[in-house]
């Protein structure tokens, strides 16, 4: 967002300081060296939706990097990987009922179709879910990836933002029966090291390892910042001999594991060795999040080894463990009215993170979005 915002203003001919925290600039969407391996820190890809993108990767010159590939989806339950994301898939699931398929194949198909839903503002996912899909589809197809997210939070969790995720994804499809997502050649780094030289080539200047201090506002002001729940991650990442599964997301539903879902990123974009991202998602006060490396390394692999009973321990080349703070907003109900606005009381000052475009998720495009947007409304 911060890039995106300095690209906007070094186009518009203003001058341009960036003060970055970190070592590297690009925040989430940043890459490390994995074993020689460039790769994101934290998967990610791009649907269709995601227009800011499209267009950011255009003026850059680079739009040829962006990629689409047919993906697919899985659903593990009941110690069984079944295919998923399609009526096909969802007819053949054993275990639920006929009712609650269908009652879950009309939701999914809802809302992907409708473009406006003002309702959901005041409901709570949990509520809305179990309207439409009954307590039985709930539990067997949401409560899991929720409580696995979200813990303490997870009964309060808005419908407006489950809804935006749904659609954003669903939205995503060659047909009903083909999931198709994209990626950028080279991963994100590929956008962020485009948008640094467009900055600097401009005379923007880049300050790393440079964290901004103290923002001075009125403290009524602050407490709204300080309202803002977050949860935090500790993202496995491993690269292994052999595939766990086609495809490249599978939704898990496993007590013995508090994993929402598993991410075989080689099924989008290949870089050699198969990579699996595979996310621990909590409240940064979960004791989990202080579990070592090597315990969070043996729980996910041991889920992995759920999914693919062929995958043994000498499969396992490297693996790594990347954790995060402030990872996903807990965008609660009402979520909109806690929200400050993104202009501050100090002329010139705005303030804007992931959650200041709900109830859009946290994601690349509407990141660029927003941070362009920031950076034109400061200059007029
Ligand atoms: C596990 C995971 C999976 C994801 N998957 C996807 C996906 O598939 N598709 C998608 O589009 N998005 C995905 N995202 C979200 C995406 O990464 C983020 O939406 C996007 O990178 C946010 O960019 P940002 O600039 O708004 O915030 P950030 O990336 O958080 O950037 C904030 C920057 O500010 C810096 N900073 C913080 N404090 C200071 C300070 N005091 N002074 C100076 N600098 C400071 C940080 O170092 C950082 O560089 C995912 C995120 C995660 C965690």
Known sequence: MGLAAAYQAVLDGHEVDVLEANAEPGGMAGHFDFGGTSIERFYHFVCRADGPTFQLLAELGIAEKLRWKNTSMGFFSGGRLNRWGDPISLLRLRGPSLITKLRYGLFVLLCTRKKQWPELETTSAKDWIVRWCGTDGYERFWR??????????????????????????????????QEELGYIEGGSQTLIDALVSAIKSRGGRIHLNSPAQRVELPDAWKRRYDAVKNIGICCVI???????????WVNVVDTSHEIPGVIEFTNLRTVGPTIVYVPYYMPVTNPKFRWTDEVMIDDAFDCLTKLNPQLVREDLIEAKVARLRHAQPVCEVGFAEMLPPVQTPIRGLQIADTCFYYPEDRGIAESVRLGREMARATIE
Do not use: C
Request: hydrophobic share 40%.
């Open 144 to 177: 899991d990836l929720l409580q696995y997210k979200f813990y303490e939070y997870a009964n309060g969790i808005s419908a407006a933002w489950i809804w935006t995720r749904i659609k954003r994804v669903g939205s995503s499809r060659k047909s009903t029966m």
């Open 238 to 248: 491993f690269k292994l001999k052999r595939s766990v599964s086609p495809h490249f």
